[in-house]
């Protein structure tokens, strides 16, 4: 969701959206902890809001919340949602809809 990710980065200095390990990374852990993939593929896929508002709330439907950093206390305020929108507005595509791109690793994994 780097979309959203950068869009909130323009608001405040908080985390926002989880961070996920790399691949390299997620591939180094399972290794370790002995599970072998027996296969393994990275899929993007990307879906189209209206506005930021069905963005935050598609999320909140499927029940995401943010984990890890440094999450901000307050509510989200009139103003700092004018922010996100605004700075949401550089990846509005030519057919008018806003894209958020999820990244997700799909395997088999054997132990």
Not at 73 to 87: D, I, M, P, S
């Amino acid at each position: 969701m780097f979309e959203l990710r950068e869009a909130w980065a323009a608001v405040d200095e908080h985390e926002h959206i989880n961070r996920f390990m790399p691949e390299s990374v997620l591939r180094s852990v399972l290794q370790q902890a002995g599970v072998q993939c027996k296969t393994w593929q990275v899929k993007r896929h990307v879906m189209y809001y209206p506005d930021v508002n069905a963005v935050l709330q598609s999320l909140k439907r499927i029940g995401a919340s943010q984990v890890n950093g440094q999450r901000s206390q307050g509510l989200l305020t009139r103003q700092k949602l004018l922010v996100l929108q605004q700075a949401y507005e550089r990846y509005r595509l030519p057919s008018g809809l806003l894209p958020v791109t999820y990244n997700v690793c799909y395997g088999v994994l054997h132990r």
